[in-house]
């Protein structure tokens, strides 16, 4: 069993950064890939960045890549999303994820394929 904890969502303006957090039950942490998500009202969960939760690469949607950055705290067993120039558009709840790592493939951006969820962190950005 994996639990999920998430904070670091907010209000901000467009151009704004802001950093979430996912900390992930203790002994779990080496076992797993993370993703984040995030899901507008009336839209379906999409996926933002992912992979494996103890390091190496990771990965992003096209639309984030270069604005996005997920990072790790291996003493913390804690997963950051770092958000940099925010957009309206990308308004919604953001989630945090995990799944446990069977294979090499860390790189897995299909809500359906993932195990464990975080409560969910609204972020809106305004205009």
């Known amino acids: 069993q994996v639990q999920l904890v998430e904070s670091g969502g907010g209000t901000v303006q467009a151009g704004d950064s802001l950093t979430l957090s996912c900390t992930v039950s203790?002994?779990?942490?080496?076992?797993?890939?993370m993703g984040w998500f995030r899901q507008a009202p009336g839209k379906e969960r999409e996926f933002v960045a992912g992979g494996r939760a103890s390091g190496g690469r990771s990965y992003y949607s096209d639309s984030v890549k270069g604005r996005f950055t997920m990072s790790r705290d291996t003493y913390k067993d804690t997963v950051f999303l770092q958000m940099q120039n925010l957009r309206p558009e990308e308004s919604g709840v953001y989630y945090c994820?995990?799944?446990?790592?069977?294979?090499?493939?860390?790189?897995?951006?299909?809500?359906?394929?993932?195990?464990?969820w975080g409560q969910g962190t609204q972020v809106t950005v305004s205009s």
């Open positions: 994820a995990a799944r446990w790592a069977h294979s090499s493939n860390d790189h897995v951006t299909a809500a359906s394929q993932y195990d464990y």
């Open positions: 203790a002994g779990t942490f080496s076992l797993i890939v």
